[in-house]
């Protein structure tokens, strides 16, 4: 309600310190403002001429617990010109909430909660002079929000935990154009902006353009590996299906304008496909958990059918579970991780006309994933296992030393590792516990974050479109994935719902990029990257 009748300001003199039974009279009010007298002081003598008697013309809402300003919410009291509501539990602004307050000139609306605010809330208030928002709970301001204010005089934004993001850039944008001065207060986040005032922003700062995986198809298969290769300028993915009992090598249609995925080897349950361009032709070396591993060449170019090459390990391998290959000194080697309870991982090297083994790193540990790596200048091994911590191997020129292992964070399922500003990182995913980032630091790894990821045995970087992306997979909740940023942080910016998730792979036809996400349990998912403009 109004509450209080003040006296007339014509009684007292021009000056401030004359005005002090009137500023007595408001105190109960606007005892919580925190703008100080002195900046009151250009303001308050506008009043004397304004105002013969105040009480008509003047409401107080002090400690006001209502959740929602409606529209027209004053519709009953049109000759207001000066609104105060503080200190209260206000959350939300709607359309229209002053419609009809022609007259108004001062509106304070602070230390409330409002963390919501229509984009017409101050709609038809014609004569504003000055508004405060100040102390509230906005994160953002809806553009457009003080469309139509041309005699706003003064404007108080301080108090609010802003994110500095592209919501806010139109802001900027009219702050720069506004003629009124105005205390736009500072940056709550995101951290790279935390505490950075608004005035010192520019809208370049603010970029609107924002990157997402979009669902482009799906394919009528589950898959175990996706990996990812180029032959001739001729990108594709190949695809183990275990269940199928084949090898897939995924292609573009350029008819369908969509992706087929014809059968390149028949097998039994492969759990890899891993693809190699040696000599100029396309080698497939193909990991089974029955019937023995082997590699395979195509005879010719793309279409061609491919041969098998020879069988790998004879009897080495008993049950592989992940494959992966590198060029040390001018040779290619091949890792093949050995799950089996009395298995040993094995490295192998190209002769030429097959790959033969060269080194048994560990027997008896259950071996799941091996990646291979450089640090230090030096390349490097790591070998994950579901009985111990991971192990990282040195290369001696000849073959791999064990160096040291990654400690505090047994059970390791599978490591991926990736690099940014001279630094080394391994992302590290465990079925049963938090998945970890990790940086080398001249001798050993050490954590620098942590994901919740219980259900997860993928947790793969890559780069998609010119940007530094890493996936979690999950088998019981959405993926996530997250924008890479500075220092190796991890960024959160969307979720995927690929079932069963066990491998993320990049693939780019010109302009156009895909993600392929292979699926254990349902269909082989491919998701198109797009940039989408926020700000339009």
């Known amino acids: 309600s109004s509450g209080l009748v003040c006296p007339s300001l014509a009684q007292f003199g021009p000056t401030f ?38 009480a008509p013309f003047r409401r107080s ?11 027209g919410s004053f519709r009953d009291t049109p000759a207001l010109q000066l609104l105060l509501v503080t200190a209260g539990r206000l959350g939300t602004i709607g359309d229209g ?85 105005a205390e736009a207060g500072r940056c709550r ?32 298969f589950s898959s175990l590996a996706a990996e990812p290769f180029a032959l001739g300028g001729h990108p594709g993915v190949a ?31 492969p759990v890899a496909c891993h693809p190699l361009q040696l000599g100029g032709a396309l080698v497939v070396v193909v990991a089974q958990l029955g019937g023995g591993s082997a590699v395979w060449r195509r005879a010719g170019g793309p279409g061609s059918r491919f041969v098998r090459l020879q069988a790998l390990g004879n009897g080495r391998l008993r049950r592989p579970h992940a494959v992966a290959s590198a060029r040390l000194g001018g040779h290619w080697y091949l890792g093949v991780a050995d799950s ?37 200048g030096r390349p490097a091994l790591v070998v994950c296992s579901g009985t111990r911590r991971p192990l990282v191997y040195r290369w001696s020129g000849a073959a791999f030393a064990p160096h040291t292992d990654i400690p505090h964070v047994p059970d390791v399922y599978a490591a991926k590792h990736f690099r940014l500003r001279g630094h080394v990182f391994l992302c590290l995913t465990r079925f049963l516990g938090d998945a970890k980032v990790m940086r080398w ?4 790894f050490r954590e620098v974050q942590q994901v919740p990821a219980r259900g997860s045995l993928v947790f793969q970087p890559l780069a998609l479109a010119g940007q530094r992306y890493v996936i979690l997979g999950n088998d019981y909740a959405p993926s996530r994935v997250y924008r890479l940023g500075p220092g190796g942080h991890l960024e959160p910016t969307q979720e995927l719902l690929t079932p069963t998730p066990r491998a993320f792979a990049p693939l780019s036809l010109g302009h156009r990029h895909f993600l392929v996400a292979s699926s254990f349990k349902g269909a082989t998912q491919i998701y198109r990257h797009v940039t989408v403009d926020l700000g339009a």
């Not at 022609?102 to 963390?115: A, H, K, M, P, Q």
């Not at 299906?241 to 097998?267: H, K, S, V, Y």
């Open 17 to 54: 310190s004359q005005f002090s039974p009137v500023w007595s009279c408001f105190l109960p009010v606007i005892a919580q403002f925190r703008t100080g007298v002195s900046q009151f002081s250009p303001v308050w003598p506008q009043f004397g001429p304004v105002w013969p008697s105040l």
């Open 61 to 71: 809402l002090v400690r006001w617990h209502i959740d929602v300003l409606g529209e």
């Open 441 to 444: 630091e001249g001798s050993m």
């Open 97 to 181: 909430a002053f419609s009809g307050l022609v007259l108004l000139e001062y509106l304070f609306i602070e230390d409330n909660e409002v963390g919501t605010i229509a984009p017409t809330a101050l709609r038809g208030l014609r004569g504003l002079l000055y508004l405060s928002l100040a102390n509230n709970g906005l994160e953002t301001l809806p553009r457009g929000l003080f469309q139509g204010l041309e005699t706003l005089t003064q404007l108080d934004l301080r108090g609010n935990p802003f994110q500095c993001d592209c919501r806010l850039r139109w802001l900027l944008a009219w702050l720069g154009r506004a003629t009124p001065p």
């Open 340 to 376: 089996s309870k009395g298995g040993t991982s094995t490295l192998f090297r190209w002769g030429g006309r097959g790959f033969y083994p060269h080194q048994a790193l560990r027997p008896w540990h259950r071996d799941t994933h091996l990646e291979f790596l450089e640090l230090g």
């Open 239 to 269: 695809l183990a299906q275990p269940f199928a009992g084949a090898c897939a090598l995924l292609e573009w249609d350029q008819l369908a304008g969509r992706f087929r995925a014809p059968t390149i080897i028949n097998g039994s349950s």
């Open 189 to 220: 986040g995101p951290p790279p902006r935390q505490g950075t005032p608004l005035a010192q922003l520019q809208p370049r700062d603010l970029p609107c353009l924002r990157s997402e995986l979009r669902p482009f198809q799906s394919l009528p």
